[in-house]
Each structure stands twice: as C-alpha cells, then as structure tokens.
C-alpha cells in the first residue's frame, strides 16, 4: 500500500513537471479588486421577496467593538482610517484572548480596572467593560461576545453608532427629566427593579426602538415578512417586535414595551415610526413625547443599513440619531433562557430587608442617635 501510494505521488510529481515544461509562459493573473461587503456593487439591485417587498428577511447580527457613544481618548471623529481600525482590531482580539486564557493562580484574576490585568486593554478601547466586570456579579470576558471588528458603514470605519459631532448625546434642554431608568440601590418591590432582571425585556437595547447593540451579547435577530408586518425576533429575552405595515399608531393610551411601531416602504427601504414607548423603555430618559424614526436599507447582498433618529421636543432641541449595519448571522435564533424571573430577584431582595433590619437593630441600641 505504502509502495503504491509513493509511486503514485511520483508519477503526479513527474507529469507536473512535464506540463510545467510543456505549457508556455504565462503572464501573473491579475490581481482582483477587494470587494467591499457595505458598499453596492455596480449594477446590484436589491432583491424582493414574493409580495413585491424589499427583501430584509433572514437571521442577522450588529454585534460589534464599536460603542454606541466616542471614546474621545482614541479619536474625536467619526471616520476611523482603515489602518487604525485594523489595529485596535488587533489590540482588541489580543486582549479578549488574554482575558480569556486561564487565570493565574498566584496572582489572580484581579480586578477590571487593574492596570496590570489582561481586561486593561479592553477598557482602554471600551470603558464600559469596567462596569460589566467591576461590580459584584458582572461578567468576566468568558461570559462575552461583543463582536471582533469596528463598524464599517458604505466603506467607512465609525468609532461611535451615534452620529452626532462629538459621537454623544446632544445636551439635554433645561428642566428635561434626567437620563437613566433610575433602578440603581432602589430594593422596595420586584416592580421597581429593571425589565431585564424580571426578564420582561433585555437589559439593554437591542429590542429598541431604537435598536441597539448591547455589547457583550446575544445581538442577534430574526426578521421575517408578511404583507401585514414586519416580525423582528430579538434573540435577547426572545422578544418580537411586531411592525405594523397597515393602519395608524393606537390611541388608546396603550404603551407596549416596545412602544407603537408602523412602517411603510419608500423605494427599498422600510421605514418604522415609534411614538407610546413606556417609562420603563425610556432612552435616555425620554419616553412621554418620544418619537423614533427607523430605516432598513438592504444596501448589498450581505448588509442592512440601519439608520435611526430620536426626537423629544421636550428633551433635546432638535433630532438626532445614529447608524451601523447588520451582517449576517451564520446559524439560527434559539430561545433565550433567562430563568424565567430570575433566581437572583428573591435574593437581591431579601438582601435588601436583611440590610434593613441590621440598620434598624444597630439605631435600636442603647446610645445610638
């Protein structure tokens, strides 16, 4: 077998040889120009689905490093050369490697905001991982999938989804209702904690509207069409968010969690308009006279355009908003276990009395003011 197997490969090497020989000198193959997945290809016409509408459907991603606000240390502009984005790519990988590999026994994991720990690099590039990490029960970098790559839209690496100048909310008008939904050291009832730790909704907004990735998890959708609505199935808290493609928004005085959404198409582009979101889905603290504006553009065989405008006359002057595209998602939505409730819920809370009572016990000694 061995005997026949090198005289095969003999006589494989001998005949290339010979055609290298034979065969007349050619030319190198010219090389093929890159093709860049976020810009149109000449001549490319995005396709329809059966019912004669743009097609949006299928399983999709916007998981990426890119934060919804700038890192003025790293840049203060919304275009990152190719160059830099590469490299913060690399730096990126590196760290979430090294986070990833096992921890050293003698030293530790030691804390995310350690200068000397291998999440030192990721906070560099996204300082919201301190707080993933840093307070009791965050995450370590195990538990995380934020995406290995900057946010590329029509060719250009942006350093913040939000599109503003400085890549930050604009300021809020005076007297406009702070920003944050407030759930920070209040333990009274399970109806003051968050949505995502009654697994109502997810903890961050990738529901939306607007929708937005959370970074670190889990931002993967399933869009699917009917002549009616647009279903988009978010994989955090398995929500479905229904866009209603017939008829006007509802009046009456119903919030769903994720607010009044109705759309049209212009051209090839859905267009959603959201108005009756929720406090308890307020973006940056506006909620009451909140309106926002979605566009959904299939702008090449592998990208949806994502566009988004907030405007709150009673928040901030005049509308704003952001912008980033999905990318495939190789493989399927599955349900999202969130336990339900939550195990942790019963324990924060009875946390929360048994503090309480050592407060009440400790002002109830003799002496104590």
């Known amino acids: 077998m061995r005997r026949a197997l090198i005289l095969a490969l003999g006589t494989a090497l001998f005949t290339a040889g010979l055609a290298a020989v034979a065969a007349p000198a050619m030319s190198a193959p010219a090389k093929v120009a890159e093709v860049d997945p976020t810009i149109s290809p000449k001549g490319w016409v995005a396709p329809k689905n059966a019912m004669g509408q743009p097609d949006l459907s299928g399983y999709w991603s916007n998981a990426t490093m890119t934060p919804l606000t700038r890192n ?11 160059e830099q984005a590469a490299s913060l790519e690399k730096v990126f990988a590196a760290a979430l490697a090294a986070a990833d590999a ?27 991982f301190a707080a993933a990490g840093g307070d009791v029960g965050g995450y370590n970098t195990f538990w995380i999938d934020p995406g290995n790559h900057m946010m590329e839209v029509n060719g250009e690496y942006r350093s913040s989804i939000i599109t503003t100048p400085n890549g930050m909310p604009p300021a809020r008008k005076t007297g406009a209702p702070a920003g944050g939904r407030g759930y920070r050291d209040v333990y009274d009832s399970y109806e003051n904690r968050s949505l995502g730790e009654r697994c109502i909704m997810g903890f961050g907004a990738n529901a939306g509207p607007p929708m937005l990735a959370n970074g670190y998890y889990n931002n993967n959708y399933y869009i699917q069409q009917s002549p009616d609505a647009v279903v988009i199935q978010v994989e955090l808290i398995h929500d479905a968010r229904i866009v209603r493609l017939k008829g006007g928004h509802r009046t009456d005085g119903v919030r769903q969690w994720m607010g009044d959404s109705i759309g049209h198409f212009e051209g090839p582009t859905l267009v959603v308009e959201t108005t009756n979101i929720p406090q308890g889905q307020a973006f940056i603290g506006s909620w009451k ?21 907030v405007e709150d006359p009673d928040t901030w002057d005049k509308p704003w908003g952001g912008e980033y595209d999905f990318t495939p998602l190789h493989g399927i939505v599955y349900e999202y276990a969130c336990h339900e409730g939550n195990y942790a819920l019963p324990a924060i809370l009875a946390g929360a009395r048994r503090q309480e009572q050592e407060a009440a016990a400790a002002k109830a000694k003799p002496g104590a003011e």
């Open 72 to 82: 003025p240390k790293l840049t203060d502009k919304l275009v990152v050369p190719k």
């Open 102 to 128: 096992p921890t050293d026994q003698k030293k530790g994991p030691g804390a995310v905001t350690d200068p000397n720990s291998p999440e030192a690099q990721l906070v560099k590039i996204r300082p919201d």
């Open 289 to 309: 006279n909140l309106k926002v504006t979605e566009r959904f553009t299939r702008v090449s065989p592998t990208r949806i355009n994502y566009q988004f405008q």
